[in-house]
């Protein structure tokens, strides 16, 4: 999505209510899932051509796909071979519905498959790097200079092709890189069109969204919201909507886009669970309540969550605890509050792909609340707190959360926070957790949050912390022994979380991190540098 000012009609309420997959769907790409890695790449990569895109699983059958009226189809890579037994296939009917259809590595060889050519396996498999020697630099290919690199992860090829088909591209290893059946759309790459490493993949992606499905670019930040407002209104009318506030981006755009939309039939609530960095609390409420006047619930509920994890070593207890908490001082705050008919929830489009948790009213239809979701509000709720959802992000990506953030005026600091886990520092120091230890790693972390701002590179990481471990060592300060804690830092560079390197910062900023906590930090004496990747390890330690 691009990210214009958008400019709300004023009439906004009185027009016709139509959803904003139904106004989207006109301009839709459809991707048809076998289990890539890569499906919702391929997702936010049409996305970024300003044309909405939805993930739907390869048993969508053609009478589907026809309903939905999608202008072309991506058929996904996946873990298979088209001709082991019981490999996934999608309804061969979607090769009469005349709509220009991408097949993506599996998603190829399925086409080759289904339409009479031949897939084998290939005396070579061919993984990574490749050159692409393009043998027809029209239409598919257009823009995509000849040799540029192709991202390969394949086993199998395609043998023969089937009628009607053409080459339009191969490797030194694979002569059928790239196929065409020009006259019904259809078409084929070997390699992996969405990820960075193939050089000519986004330009590839767009002649197939723009030129051979002839999409127009209507997935905007202005449309979102303008049709997210309208549809807000038109939904909620006279009632009362609660939204559990964490400070992340995803409920704060949250909370600015349903204040826009509903006013003050929205209630924010808050829940201080002592376990938020140093001065979080104090700044979430000044931005929300005092700088754009979003009245915000206050809960202070520290000493609570403190007696919950008294004791507790083990990380999966500790965070069970937490989020048991969660749910005592939530069920108990939107009672004294209600009633409320709305619950909303910051659902990110990649929880709508991987996530079951909801269900839908029999009686209503409507989804209802049973879980809050895990990474963000910590715990579960009850399920007789029959709350209706609201989820106007459902349909977006992280990224175009943060863009749709920015547009309706939220604070850059909140746009581009460094993700934080719903049990906070909790899960940031290792073993039992106490007042002390609390107050230790607030300073140490505040000083990494700080130094790394002091020298611009902040937005270098996709996260960087400390983390405080339960064992001490011997140092010296001022002539005496001590025996302190070690502080562990963590600074990873990553694109969405999956996988993360750890960041090789210069010398020159570990050794002022480690001098200003060392002497800065009471109880500290050692720092030490966490040099492990994702995989094979994780971004947080607990």
């Not at 890189?177 to 960075?196: D, M």
């Amino acid at each position: 999505m691009t990210t214009q000012t958008p400019s709300i009609p004023q009439n906004a309420e009185t027009l016709p209510p139509e959803s904003i997959e139904s106004k989207l769907n006109r301009q839709m790409i459809v991707i048809l899932d076998f289990g890539s890695q890569y499906s919702e790449l391929i997702a936010r990569r049409i996305r970024e051509t300003n044309v909405y895109s939805e993930v739907l699983s390869y048993r969508t059958t053609a009478e589907q796909l026809q309903q939905l009226n999608p202008k072309g189809i991506i058929l996904s890579g996946g873990p298979n071979s088209v001709y082991d037994e019981g490999a996934p296939h999608c309804d061969p009917n979607i090769w009469q519905l005349g709509v220009p259809i991408l097949g993506v590595c599996y998603g190829m060889q399925l086409m080759v498959q289904q339409l009479g050519g031949k897939v084998e396996r290939a005396k070579r498999g061919e993984y990574g790097k490749a050159s692409l020697h393009i043998d027809d630099p029209t239409n598919l290919l257009t823009n995509v200079e000849n040799g540029s690199i192709a991202w390969m992860s394949h086993a199998d090829s395609c043998k023969a092709l089937p009628s009607g088909f053409e080459i339009l591209a191969h490797t030194d290893n694979t002569d059928c890189a790239a196929i065409a059946n020009h006259s019904k759309k259809l078409f084929g790459v070997q390699f992996h069109p969405e990820v960075v490493h193939s050089v000519g993949g986004i330009a590839l992606i767009r002649n197939f969204v723009y030129h051979i499905c002839e999409c127009e670019p209507t997935w905007t930040t202005e449309a979102f919201v303008e049709e997210s407002i309208r549809e807000i209104r038109a939904k909620i009318g006279d009632k009362r909507v609660l939204l559990a506030l964490s400070g992340g981006v995803d409920s704060s755009t949250l909370a600015f886009l349903l204040h826009r939309a509903i006013g003050d039939q929205l209630t924010c609530m808050f829940i201080d669970q002592g376990f938020m960095r140093k001065g979080e609390p104090e700044r979430l409420m000044d931005i929300f309540d005092r700088q754009f006047h979003i009245p915000v619930v206050y809960v202070n509920a520290r000493e609570r969550f403190l007696e919950q994890v008294k004791d507790v070593t083990d990380p999966e207890e500790k965070r069970k605890r937490i989020g048991h908490e969660f749910i005592q001082v939530f069920e108990e705050e939107s009672n004294r509050l209600g009633p409320f008919d709305y619950l909303a929830q910051g659902t990110l489009y990649p929880d709508v792909i991987e996530s079951a948790d909801s269900n839908v009213d029999p009686k209503t239809g409507e989804r209802v609340a049973v879980k809050i979701k895990s990474h963000h509000n910590v715990g579960g709720l009850p399920k007789n707190l029959r709350f209706k959802l609201v989820e106007p992000l459902r349909k977006l990506f992280k990224d175009e959360v943060r863009k749709l953030g920015r547009s309706i005026g939220l604070p850059e600091e909140i746009v581009r926070r460094h993700p934080f886990p719903g049990p906070g520092l909790a899960i940031r120091i290792l073993g039992e957790v106490t007042k002390e230890k609390l107050n230790i790693l607030r300073d140490a972390d505040f000083i990494v949050r700080d130094e790394i701002s002091k020298q611009g590179m902040y937005h270098d990481f996709w996260q960087a912390f400390a983390v405080l471990l339960p064992v001490r060592s011997v140092g010296v300060m001022g002539d005496q022994r001590t025996y302190a804690y070690p502080i562990v830092l963590r600074l990873v560079s990553s694109e969405d979380g999956m996988t993360a390197d750890w960041s090789k910062v210069p010398y020159d900023l570990l050794e002022v991190l480690s001098n200003r906590i060392v002497n800065e930090v009471k109880g500290v004496n050692r720092v030490v540098y966490d040099i492990t990747s994702k995989p094979p390890g994780t971004i947080e330690w607990e």
